[in-house]
């Protein structure tokens, strides 16, 4: 069995680094362009709440630590719900957090809107990260 980290922990975020930098470099572009901040709340560490960011911009799915200075979009999130939504891939868990008022957005709703409706046909790359996050996360 895999070492497993606390999700959104110094230790998971490193191993996330390192899967992505395993990864070959992505085909073709990514189908949707964007560039989100992500704040979860109430995590369980010292500071509180964490910041961070996605970006396509570039050619391929950047998740990583800090915020970006002009974002399409910013998304607030509770840390159980991010962890639901990140880990475990439920995308009913992250609908019914956004009607439920647990999910904010600001900016371009339409980027995540798009974003959620590449996720029917995900990037292999994603998948493999995603499943390796999956084996990885403390439950």
């Known amino acids: 069995m895999a070492e497993q ?3 959104l922990s110094e230790e998971w975020l490193a191993q996330v680094r390192r899967l992505r930098e395993e990864m070959p470099e992505p085909e073709g572009e990514p189908p949707v362009t964007m560039k989100m901040n992500v704040v979860v709340i109430q995590t369980p560490f010292d500071g509180g709440d964490m910041k961070g960011h996605v970006d396509t911009s570039k050619g391929e799915l950047l998740v990583e630590e800090g915020h970006l200075d002009t ?3 910013t998304v607030t999130v509770e840390y159980d719900t ?3 939504i990140f880990v475990e891939q439920d995308l009913a868990v992250a609908m019914q957090a ?3 008022g647990k999910v904010k957005v ?3 709703i339409t980027k995540l809107m798009a974003l959620q409706a590449q996720a ?3 990037d292999p790359n994603a998948v493999a990260i995603a ?3 999956k084996d990885m996360t403390r439950s």
Do not use: N, S
């Open 71 to 73: 974002p399409d979009l």
């Open 120 to 122: 029917i046909t995900p």
């Open 82 to 84: 991010a962890k639901a």
């Open 131 to 133: 499943e390796a996050v």
């Open 98 to 100: 956004f009607m439920a």
């Open 5 to 7: 980290y606390e999700f």
């Open 106 to 108: 600001q900016g371009d």
